[in-house]
């Protein structure tokens, strides 16, 4: 199953902190950010302050062992090109700005917020001179996490690991707060794990223990995700982050249904859609009818499967391109166990028509199970025919090496009904062992 990928925040402190940094900017901080400055435009101490203090001061401003005077940090900021903030009113008043805008985005209200960003970038330069650097990249890190931009995280997060030694308690959080995140793009599970595990030692907050929640979700611990699912669910709603608590209540749904305790999948799908009518986010509404709809369809009860992944449609956008793909993906599946196969190659037309009109590019799990299921163009009942169950197969291999656990277990039901089809019963077992299926 896919959730979207919640951008956890809190921002709590970053007010507090303009004001810390604001009130102590001559030092060490305004020393890293100089230094920074000065190497990225290859000039040497010497041509950085001649005429305005020695190399020894500037030596020390750097390395954070001396204060400077208003002036002087003044006339070595102009001579790198940099924008001095006159006052602290105004650092204080823009790190009130920066807060607001991650809140903005935390609470799920994503164009209000990208018009705070859009304002608040007009001032990026000023940011990047001055001591709320460190909170400006922690804002511009989320909301590149928010357009999936991952080249640009990585790049980010490199210019933030810079300031690690300035870090406040609350930006070490987030700094492993967006390596974990960084690592479950990567599919690197165990690696995000330890992030986010590094980030609840320094604050247990909902929003943390929901991306735990994910992340074993997405490793194939169902019981951990149930675990740290269930607790995040408790503590976001009594903090009133009602879009992330929907989301974590479909890993949790979903973990039931992958660990085939269907009454409960159910009963917390079903809390969850109750609690999309208040979101009024439409994306979410899509999330818990295409995962009722897709457990529906695992459990082989095709009509409710249809009813649901129906209504999931009707919740889509033009640039939908991955959400559109699995959902037609569903109903052709749908259909053919309804045995309305005329239905079903309509729909695996419509899929491949929209992969391959589409902006973004598939990959290679996805044009592989299209290859797959166009068996289906040509026989009822293909699942003895020649290649079909090599193409099966190949679509399994590639969701085990690019996907989450859920798209093994997905493939993997299909595949040992098809090793029992064709007489490979023992490696119907061996799959079913190492898959855990009943």
């Known amino acids: 199953m896919l959730f979207n990928l919640t951008i956890p925040t809190t921002c709590h402190n970053i007010k507090s902190n303009a004001k810390r940094l604001g009130k102590h900017r001559e030092g060490a901080m305004i020393g890293t950010i100089i230094k920074r400055h000065r190497l990225d435009q290859n000039m040497s101490q010497e041509s950085l302050c001649a005429g305005i203090c020695a190399v020894s001061y500037l030596s020390k401003i750097e390395n954070g062992q001396a204060k400077s005077s208003h002036e002087i940090l ?6 790198l090109g940099l924008p001095f903030p006159e006052t602290i009113g105004e650092i204080e008043k823009c790190g009130a700005e920066i807060y ?22 007009l001032n990026q330069g000023v940011f ?56 479950v793009n990567e599919v690197s599970f165990d690696a995000a794990l330890d ?4 980030a609840m030692h320094i604050r247990r907050d909902g ?38 608590a929907i989301e974590v209540s479909g890993i949790v749904a979903t973990a039931y249904s992958n660990l085939e305790q269907i009454d409960k999948a159910l009963h917390v799908y079903k809390r969850q859609l109750n609690l999309t009518r208040s979101s009024g986010q439409t994306m979410v509404r899509y999330s818990v009818n295409y995962n009722i709809g897709a457990t529906y369809l695992l459990m082989g009860d095709f009509e409710n499967a249809r009813l649901y992944l129906n ?4 919740c889509l956008g033009p640039d939908d391109v991955w959400r559109t793909y699995y959902l037609y993906q569903k109903l052709v599946l749908c259909y053919i166990g309804l045995g309305q196969l005329t239905e079903a190659r309509s729909w695996l037309d419509k899929l491949e028509t929209h992969l391959a009109t589409s902006e973004g590019k598939p990959d290679a799990s996805m044009i592989q199970s299209i290859k797959w299921l ?65």
């Open 311 to 314: 209504q999931a449609i009707d």
């Open 128 to 183: 990047l001179a001055s001591p709320l650097v460190i909170d400006w990249l922690i804002l511009e890190l989320y909301f590149a996490i928010d357009k999936r931009d991952f080249a640009e995280v990585s790049e980010k997060l490199v210019d933030l690991e810079v300031y690690a030694k300035h870090f406040t308690s609350n930006q070490r959080y987030h700094a492993y707060m967006l390596k974990g995140l960084v690592a």
């Open 100 to 121: 607001e805008a991650i809140q903005t985005l935390l609470l799920g209200e994503k164009e209000e917020a990208a018009m705070q960003y859009q304002m608040l970038s």
């Open 207 to 244: 929003l943390i223990i929901a991306q735990l929640a994910m992340t074993y979700f997405y490793k194939g611990d169902y019981v951990s995700a149930i675990t740290f699912g269930d607790e995040a669910y408790i503590e976001l709603m009594d903090a009133g982050y009602l879009t992330v």
């Open 195 to 198: 992030a986010f595990i590094q």
């Open 74 to 79: 003044a006339l070595l900021f102009n001579r």
């Open 374 to 438: 166009g068996h289906y163009k040509h026989h009822d009942d293909p699942i003895q025919e020649p290649g079909y169950l090599d193409d099966l197969k190949a679509t399994f291999d590639l969701a085990k090496r690019d996907s989450h656990y859920g798209f093994q277990l997905f493939y993997g039901q299909y595949l040992a009904e098809a090793y029992k089809a064709n007489r490979r019963y023992k490696d119907a077992l061996m799959l079913m062992e190492s898959l855990k299926l009943s």
